[in-house]
């Protein structure tokens, strides 16, 4: 509980400078852009972020050095930042100019602990949960797992109880972009030369671009190596920027949870959030799974409406998708699964509805609107309602 109440009270001084000292971007904010969105990806058809539609069929999309990606590698369950179009909330739709993603880690496991649905990456643990989508490739889920297995994982870091929730685990490969972490520290210890992250240390004495600004609060992204001599310990080669800057937006909205709290400001995704236009509950303590609506003004984001959500609503939550099928399977001439935007659903789930149509119509090109959720090992998506569009 020290170090949770060491990391609030850093964020008094911190939450002045967006959350983010030096691991933000500085660069100018220049005009207000319509709207801004940031949190897990739950859908396609268009990207969904937060409920609302983001059209992407013209977006660029990068990663967070810049560089530019494209769309066909957004994967459901990664957390992206999204600059777009007005939202039209009668609608839930907007249009993306930008996508950017990135993930939390990205390393090879140490331990996995299936009884207690978790594994270990760079010294971090990390849970999955009814929400956390495994990539295909990773057979068996969290069972497909083993020391050594090099994983990207898409991740919201849990201030309460100093660990990551994944929202999407995939294959990583090794090369020069493994052995990175980014989160908030926790504690630094400037005579040894380390700093803290969840559970684990690192030794940042020979680091490059240490953030002048380094304190317990700040958001860092850290590329690491493994020192195994004299003792066993990570080792931090450089730091580099670990938040954008947002420009001036008429909207935001956050997706995450809260790692941070000081009277009526807090801190969400390692964005500073000012909540004193509200009455904020009680509830808002850290741990807890908020979405975040407001305006950015100048470096600070005011909040006009702020929701708690429950775990359980998050975890049973429905993933959507509306494309054109790309390919339809047949168990005993009935459809037991069809592939849309890159993912399998299956249609075998007990109680699925369809609209508009039977399973028997479904072919390939043929567009229909999806709602599913994740099977129990979750690589499969079980439609509960299909939809021809």
């Known amino acids: ?217 700040t958001w860092v992204r850290l590329r690491l190596s493994f020192d195994p001599s004299p003792v066993s310990l990570w080792e931090v080669q450089r730091f580099s920027l670990a938040l954008r800057e947002w420009a001036d937006a008429d909207e935001v909205r956050i997706e995450g949870l809260v790692s941070a709290r000081a009277g009526s400001n807090f801190v969400v995704n390692g964005r500073a959030v000012d909540g004193s236009g509200l009455v904020l509950p009680a509830e808002l303590t850290v741990g807890a799974r908020v979405e975040v609506r407001g305006s950015l003004r100048t470096g600070v984001l005011r909040a006009t409406r702020v929701t708690l959500r429950s775990e359980a609503e998050y975890s049973g939550r429905e993933f959507q998708i509306e494309a054109a099928v790309d390919e339809v399977t047949r168990a005993g001439g009935a459809v037991s699964a069809i592939r849309l935007r890159g993912l399998v659903v299956s249609t075998l789930r007990a109680g699925l509805r369809v609209d508009n149509g039977t399973l028997a119509d479904l072919a390939v090109g043929r567009r229909v609107e999806v709602r599913a959720v994740l099977s129990a090992d979750r690589l499969t998506l079980e439609a509960t309602r299909i939809t021809f569009k």
């Open 1 to 217: 509980m020290n170090a949770i109440r060491l990391f609030l009270a850093c964020c008094l001084v911190l939450l002045s400078s967006c959350g983010g000292g030096g691991g933000v971007d500085t660069g100018g904010t220049g005009g207000a852009t319509p709207a801004v969105a940031s949190g897990p990806i739950s859908g396609f058809g268009s990207v969904i972020v937060g409920g609302v539609r983001f059209d992407d069929s013209a977006a660029e999309v990068e990663d967070l050095d810049g560089v530019r990606r494209t769309r066909d590698e957004l994967r459901l369950g990664m957390t992206v930042e999204i600059d777009a179009s007005a939202i039209n909330d009668s609608a839930g739709t907007a249009t993306a100019r930008r996508i950017r993603f990135e993930s939390e880690i990205a390393g090879l496991v140490s331990a996995v602990d299936a009884s207690g649905n978790a594994f270990t990456v760079l010294g971090q643990r990390v849970m999955v949960d009814a929400a956390t989508v495994f990539d295909g490739r990773i057979t068996g889920g969290l069972a497909g797992l083993a020391v050594g297995t090099p994983v990207e994982v898409y991740a919201e870091f849990d201030a309460a109880l100093q660990r990551y929730r994944a929202t999407r685990v995939e294959p990583a490969t090794i090369g020069s972009g493994l052995l990175r972490l980014r989160g908030p520290v926790a504690e630094v210890n400037p005579g040894l030369r380390t700093l803290r992250i969840g559970t684990a240390s690192y030794r940042y004495e020979r680091a490059s671009d240490v953030p002048a600004t380094l304190a317990a609060g």
